[in-house]
């Protein structure tokens, strides 16, 4: 996807981007932190990251309240309670090159004002690859663990935490402050991590990609005693709040902590001397894959206290502390087949399948291709030996071929013409509304091919879709196997088919309560509002916001599907009123206008229409002060959230426009606010305050 250089975004693009960008990165960190199933590699990540940095440096009036670059990590989930930590749990800035570790060093000395000669000592520890807790002891006895949550707050995982045998519950020794918070990493080792995968494959439980999901996963369990039994270590390497102080240097710190009876990382030392510094480095790097745990770089720590005490912190990081990472890791592996797996909207993606191979510490037996064209470009074939990527990741590359003159190879791979379901039906190019190619390839067999319609029924108990408890992706998969469930509205039909459940009860795992709660969960989404019931159907094009667009513009179920109809027929007015739906455009039209001319999709929705209680849209308010106006949010907004702001204004009648034109009819300004309000001054357009747009909307 090709986007606008920074240099080049208008206001209004910057701040739609950055808006976009918060909710990307939320939504990965989310996935990454609370469901410990990441779906971007950290690379795509930082990227990510770094864009909204690079718009927030250029524009820093539309820095938003959420924006990424003011959060650590993601709040915590609701379902353990929080725990506001004594001092922040800072992160670490990177360095990737060495010229970033001498650049780091060299800052320390001019922030210290330090001369040439003066020696600076540093800690050098390795990085673990787990995720951090934050333990509290009161009078040398745990009373409090924590996960590292955005930095300010956690979730509280106390009881999970004390069933970690390298956690003490009393600390040994003597001489710990009265109150001291404990900081450190918890993680699971290499060979425990396979057990335990294997173990649980084996009961039809949920493996984990690589032992840090692991043990984040294993953290976060309700019940301790699936914690006990999973096998997490913990290594204590800095602390947060403490009554008194303990040490005057970190190398002390870590001494002190390990006499309280927590396990330090015994290949930390102590040195001078950026060249020392990066022959650790590189020491660590060898002996990383011998290690029995992962580790993904070494920490470089100003040794002494009060120095580190004066250097502080920039925003979310230390400025005596840096991470120095380790390249991604790679390794060669063999090509056994290139597989094209079959996606919901019918697009086509090749899959290396590799002979199984350990990249930093995970098996990998299948990479993403991604598309044609990067197999052609690429020139993988099957039976190559390639170098296999993973940085941090759970989406494996393949980099290159490394024997591509090898005698004997196999042909150039020939993308297959047909789909690889049963149907066996045509692949065609998508090309573009201009007529374009684009590298995407889709089966033409729509709803008749199973493995579309597999990934529509994934799609319509997804969970902004129907959502509904107990019928995840697997279960559902498992039912269509089955011929439990083969369209969406076998789902409604299946409480009151007895053949059916009596089949179900059949099934391993399907007692008489959980058919129950089955049912009753599927009884509770009969009823269902008109946004979500359109985005289930799964037409191209029309995402959760497009869906609320469509039920807000047709207002009910019935004139939704009449007006598709006619749009379907060609309806010249009906494709207009469509069109000049706001943010609806050619390729919306389109795409409905398609799935509503397919006997098939017809009847589907005819069926599911009937088991179904579809709510009205909310009609946009007529009656209210802002009905009809469009407005603008600029700046800072103190009592309202943005989408809490917009969402109001939307109910109320108002549009919401990211830019001030003529068109506008009211800017709402928190402190912050920029040009906007320059614009809308010269526009003569009314300004409020949130406070006056509190009461506007309220009155
Ligand atoms: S010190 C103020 N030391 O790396 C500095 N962190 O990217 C706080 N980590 O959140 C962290 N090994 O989860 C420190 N020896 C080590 C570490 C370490 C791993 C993790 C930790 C932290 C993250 C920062």
């Known amino acids: ?79 353990f309670a929080e725990v506001v930590h004594g001092t922040p749990m800072l992160s670490l800035d990177n360095a990737f090159e060495d010229g970033d570790v001498v650049a780091f060093v060299q800052r320390i000395r001019r922030f210290l004002n330090l001369s040439e ?14 995720l951090s807790a934050n333990l509290r002891y009161e009078k040398g006895a745990l009373v409090q663990g924590a996960t590292r949550g955005d930095g300010r707050a956690g979730e509280d995982v106390t009881a999970n935490l004390r069933t970690i045998a390298d956690i003490p519950r009393r600390l040994k020794g003597e001489g710990w402050p009265e109150v001291i918070e404990v900081r450190g990493e918890v993680y699971i080792e290499h060979d425990a991590f396979q057990a335990m995968n294997a173990a649980a494959a084996e009961a039809g439980q949920r493996t984990y990609a690589n032992p840090r999901n692991a043990a984040a996963g294993s953290l976060r369990q309700i019940d301790p005693s699936v914690t006990a039994g999973r096998p997490l270590r913990f290594f204590a390497y800095a602390w947060g709040l403490s009554s008194a102080p303990f040490a005057q240097s970190q190398w002390e710190a870590l001494e002190r902590l390990r006499q309280w009876g927590f396990v330090v990382n015994p290949l930390s030392v102590r040195e001078t001397g950026v060249d020392a510094l990066l022959a650790d480095y590189r020491r660590f790097g060898a002996i990383r894959a011998k290690l029995g745990y992962d580790i993904d770089g070494v920490v470089y720590k100003v040794d002494r206290l009060d120095w580190q005490e004066r250097l502080g912190s920039v925003g979310r990081v230390p400025r005596w502390a840096i991470a120095h990472k380790f390249p991604a ?30 990249v930093g510490g995970v098996v990998v037996q299948n990479a993403t291709l991604h598309n044609a064209d990067e197999i052609a470009r690429k020139d993988i074939r099957p039976g190559d030996t390639v170098v296999v990527q993973r940085a941090g990741d759970v989406i494996p590359q393949v980099v290159e071929v490394v024997d591509p003159d090898r005698p004997g190879r196999a042909p150039p791979f020939a993308f297959p013409t047909v789909c690889p379901c049963p149907l066996r039906t045509p692949i065609a190019r998508e090309t573009t509304a ?67 459940l009596q089949r179900l009860r059949g099934r391993e795992g399907h007692g008489e309560t959980s058919i129950r709660n089955l049912i009753a969960a599927i009884e509770a989404r009969r009823t269902i509002a008109l946004d979500r019931f359109i985005f289930a159907l799964g037409i191209r094009h029309v995402g959760e916001t497009t869906a609320m667009t469509l039920a807000r513009g047709y207002g009910s179920a019935d004139a939704y599907l009449a007006a598709m109809d006619q749009v379907a027929a060609g ?14 455009g050619a390729a919306v039209v389109a795409a409905s206008a398609a799935y509503f001319r397919e006997p098939h999709n017809r009847r589907i929705v005819q069926e599911l229409r009937a088991e179904l209680t579809v709510l009205d849209a909310e009609a946009p308010r007529a009656d209210t002060a802002v009905a009809g106006k469009t407005v603008v949010f600029t700046g800072a907004l103190e009592r309202l959230t943005r989408d809490e702001a917009k969402a109001q204004a939307e109910r109320l009648g108002a549009k919401v426009a990211s830019s001030v034109s003529r068109k506008t009819d009211l800017v709402v300004a928190g402190p912050g606010a920029g040009s906007k309000l320059k614009t809308a001054a010269e526009l003569g357009v009314r300004v409020l305050s949130e406070e006056e747009w509190i009461a506007l909307v309220a009155g």
């Open 1 to 79: 996807m090709s986007e606008t250089a920074v240099e080049a975004l208008s206001e209004a693009e910057a701040s739609a981007e950055l808006e976009r960008l918060a909710r990307e990165i939320a939504a990965h960190d989310a996935r990454y932190y609370r469901e410990d199933a990441p779906t971007v590699s950290d690379a795509e990540y930082d990227a990510l990251k770094r864009r909204n940095a690079a718009i927030e440096a250029r524009f820093p009036a539309l820095v938003r309240p959420d924006s990424p670059s003011l959060r650590v990590g993601a709040p915590p989930s609701t379902q």
């Open 571 to 584: 309806d010249a007015a009906a494709i207009a009123e469509l069109d000049a739906l706001d943010q609806i």
């Open 434 to 500: 201009s007529g374009a190619e684009t590298v995407v390839r889709r089966c033409t067999g729509e709803l008749a091919c199973p493995f579309q319609k597999i990934e529509h029924l994934k799609h319509f108990v997804s969970r902004k879709a129907f959502d509904i408890e107990g019928l995840g992706e697997k279960q559902l998969v498992a039912f269509f196997e089955d011929g439990l469930v083969r369209e969406p509205a076998d789902v409604f039909r299946l409480p009151r088919d007895e053949a059916k």
């Open 117 to 130: 000669a003066e020696e600076i000592a540093f800690t050098v520890e390795p990085k673990i690859d787990g």
């Open 329 to 358: 890791e790679r390794a060669h592996t063999v090509v056994r087949d290139i597989e094209i797996q079959v996606g919901r909207t019918g697009a086509l993606t090749p899959v290396a399948k590799l002979e199984p191979i350990t």
